[in-house]
């Protein structure tokens, strides 16, 4: 249907369109069809009226139409302007400016190939959905039974864990009895549940998606492929959480990895603990920094920011190389990595995918840098990510774990998740966020749970040499850890 | 085509509904909006979309549930959307997933259309919207030096149909306009920002010559506040009296009260053994929080996303908790009623109870001029009412930069872009991150100032759904010193990054 809709659409636009005294000279667009389905899990119990098992189907893209006198176009693609682009001409039309960079339409280019398709997932989403169910409920009894594999069924081949995990998931739904009654005309069957108190702790969500993109220009750039997507989120009393995100279905025995954490560090933060005296640092987790990043350094290294004043950094400082994080970190953009959610082979503008270091040795390298202001800005287009992570740093000198990084620290906290952080003005870099379950880290171990206030300075805590960035298990992005420029307060 | 165009999908989703015995809830919106903006009086940028879909919720008569959407209104796609919603409901069961029967509880309000009384999209040429641009700028003046202003304007034309088994199907609008101005400079370095904005159901409601006036004003106010706080000590962490504008007001009845008394969050620190805490003291006497929806404003919504009348709610009655906010599906468990306050942003959602518009109310509020308040004008005003801390400083805050909730705990924070300490004038502050708990905050507020101002806009996203929201409160709400209402560690800002 999309190569459909793409082509209709591709046709329509060569065909010489012209209205309000100016002809259509040149376009390129994106055109996305998808569908999804996804299953909840709240406090203990699959669906209800608010995580109700959802399937989703949407055509969608967006287009860029360029006139004979100059002005461009810039719309959303709803089905119907697929499937009719005409009916929407006049509108397009009225609503043309002349911006202020524009860049070259995308010629014909060869793409890397990349890995974006998983026919496991594609087959969920088409066809039987109880796996999802499955892997929910198999994973929620076995946290709610404290990670103790031994009392629920365990399995290696990927369909045998699935159905061993659909046995697991009937105590959750146990049905103790049912009554009929009628209210309104309608006859009603009352369901009385009984689960496991300890199932109540559990919440938590998986969604799987698949679809097909194409980006194509009248300039004959054309590109199409199928993709898929995953997202595996669990949690324990609202306490804390873990997720998986992939482009393809996770291994069993990542899966196991996750719910060991899990088990792990929900039975730690079921403890209310104290926060320890004397100077505490912080070791963000790698979601925790990864938002940091988001928040503070990509508005930053935004070009278009850049040339606008708007950021904190300038073009100069990125063409002087200025230091910006302790020398051994790099910070990269992405978008090739296998089954990565940012990864594509192209962006919506046929930015072919591609990894570059924004910031290498700790020197600012390269912006982030859109088609339309490449040459004003005097840098090469960057790859554009399409999902988390949208940053990535590294460092040779990365701690091993997050024990080491513990026991590196001594007093402190680990940090999951901040609260607030969208409320903090990313241009000056500094915080002062809630983080109410936040783990205590005490004689280099991690304790319980404690509510903290984390103040701190995110430009300086980047280049302290006290700085260093950790590795988690089963994570790309790695978490930080820092020592100084960091206030911790109880709240 | 129109939501009201679409009878024969209605009609299919519902035969097919009957026919598995299901109860279907059947939610069709309808949206176009155009965006543009101006920056120093160029055109930068535009873009329309457009989109109808539908999103359906499926209840099996033993409460199981499924949910579709489908952005194909075709009778075919709509009828493959039920089957599909039917499927997930059937593996629902089968998987022993919770259930609900509230719906069954419900009657048919008949066929309705709500009167359309704004000015729809496609009775506003752009190129007006584009001439208001320009005059938008043109009413902020002249600027310093080096400061740069874009100008947005948004509107959107959504329209909702719902339909439900019983026989509803009700029809209404929930327009917006917003007109916004973002200023930036570099002052010794460093950046900043301020901005201001006007909002309403359409464009005659934000893009009139007096409303441009306001927009302008409310920016000029925030860009004088944000250079002369930009290189301000900072507000030394600790607990203080604070004074806070009818925004953040907002943002205080928002994330300490509003989110906590939504039904289905029954984890919130305001629930009780899964049932809202009504009777209990949460604000001063004389204080009340009132959500409900306003006609004309941003984030009116007439009627829930279950086809319920949204009514209007008083969470807080002279200091009592005394009523949440009520889903179909939540409020009863919850020990509140339903009071259609119910979401959806878009079709694809599965709708939760959320605000709409949401103020603090204060009895016997103090005199105050409309319009904006300069530092010192807010200064002169407290002090005059002897209502400035004879202890330690007072704090005013001003321009919210937004805030979140934890309701199990209770805990809520939100950003203000500046502080001044009042005192016989205003000494500028850095803005500074105000954070407390739920239980205490409104506890403390001692005094208001001024009319209502409920036009406080913002985003308000719950589970991955983003909705617009509004509120306010007074002009200005005066807050004691309070152990549990602290201002976090120095927020200085940060010169030595270059290397």
Known sequence: MTRTAAETLADVLSAGLATGGASVTGWRFEVHEGQSVRVGLRHGSLGGPYVTPAAAARLSGSLELRWSDGAVSRAGLDRAALLAPTDRLDEWRAAAFEPRWLAPLPGTRALPTVQTHDPFIANLVTGDIAPLFSVLAGAADRLARGGDSSRTHSASGGEATRLDLENACRPLGRVEGETECSENGWSVHTQHSARPREAERVSGSVVVGAGRRVVRSSAGFHAAWAETRCALDLGMDDLTGEQFASRRWPTDAELAVLLEELTVRSAQLAVEDDLPAGECGVVFAPAAFEALLRRFLMPNLDVRAMLEGRATFSLDDVRAGCQVAAPAVSIRVDTTVPYGLATSPCSSEGIPAGCIDLVSEGRLRHPLVDPGVARPAGFAPTPVPRGRPCLIASSDSALDSLEAACSMLGTGVVVREVMGLHTQDARRGSFSLLVPDAQVVRLGRPGGRVAVRVSGRFFLDLLSPGTALVRFRQSLSPGLLVRSDVTVEPV | ?499
Request: aromatic share 4%; hydrophobic share 40%; net charge neutral.
């Open chain 2, 1 to 499: 085509m129109d939501v009201l165009d679409l009878d024969h999908a209605v009609d299919a989703a519902l035969e097919l509904a009957g026919v598995g015995g299901a109860y279907l809830i059947l939610r069709l919106q309808q949206v176009e909006e155009r965006r543009l903006s101006m920056l120093d009086g160029v055109s930068d940028r535009a873009r329309s979309t457009a989109w109808l879909g539908a999103g359906l919720h499926v209840i099996l008569a033993d409460g199981s549930l499924g949910f579709a959407s489908t952005d194909d209104c075709a009778p075919d796609a709509i009828r493959a959307a039920v089957w599909q919603a039917l499927r997930l409901a059937e593996a629902a069961r089968v998987h022993g997933a919770e259930r609900n029967h509230e719906v069954w509880r419900l009657a048919s309000t008949g066929r309705r259309v709500l009167p359309t009384t704004y000015r729809r999209l496609h009775d506003t040429p752009i190129g007006d919207q584009v001439a208001a641009l320009r005059d938008a700028q043109a009413a902020l003046g002249t600027l310093p030096p080096g400061t740069s202003a874009r100008t947005s304007h948004a509107l959107v034309d959504e329209r909702w149909r719902i339909v439900r088994s019983d026989g509803t199907d009700v029809t209404f609008a929930t327009p917006r306009a917003v007109l916004r101005h973002d200023l930036t400079a570099r002052l010794e370095g460093v950046p900043i920002r301020a901005g201001g904005n006007v909002s309403g159901a359409d464009a005659m409601a934000v893009l009139a010559p007096e409303r441009l006036a306001v927009a302008a004003a409310r920016a000029r106010l925030a860009l004088r506040c944000a250079r002369e706080t930009a290189h301000a000590p900072a507000v030394q962490p600790g607990n203080y009296r604070f004074v806070v504008d009818h925004a953040l007001a907002k943002g205080l009845a928002h994330e300490a009260i509003g989110h906590l008394c939504e039904s289905d969050v029954s984890e919130s620190i305001l629930f009780r053994d899964g049932r809202l805490r009504r009777g209990d003291r949460l604000a001063a006497d004389g204080v009340s929080v009132v959500d409900g929806p306003l006609a004309g404003n941003y984030a009116d919504q007439p009627i829930g996303a279950n086809g319920i009348e949204r009514q209007t709610v008083s969470l807080i009655t002279d200091g009592i908790l005394t009523a949440g906010l009520g889903d179909l599906f939540s409020a009863r468990r919850a020990g509140i009623r339903v009071s259609g306050a119910c979401r959806a942003a878009n079709y694809r959602d599965r709708p939760a109870p959320r605000m709409t518009n949401i103020r603090i109310l204060a009895r016997n509020p103090l005199p105050c001029p409309d319009g904006e308040l300069e530092p010192e004008a807010v200064a002169a005003l407290v002090r005059g009412a002897g209502l400035l801390d004879p202890r330690r400083p007072t704090i005013y805050l001003t321009g919210y930069r937004g805030g979140q909730a934890h309701p199990r705990r209770g805990d809520f924070l939100f950003a203000a872009g500046a502080a001044y300490a009042l005192g016989s004038g205003a000494a500028p502050r850095q803005g500074a991150t105000l954070s407390g708990l739920s239980e205490s905050a409104l506890l403390s507020v001692l005094a208001a100032f001024g009319t209502l101002r409920l036009d406080a806009i913002g985003t308000c996203s719950k589970d991955g759904s983003n909705v617009s929201g509004s509120g306010g409160s007074h002009g200005l709400l005066v807050l004691d010193a309070d152990p549990r209402l602290t201002i976090g560690a120095s927020t200085d800002m940060v010169a030595g990054w270059q290397g």
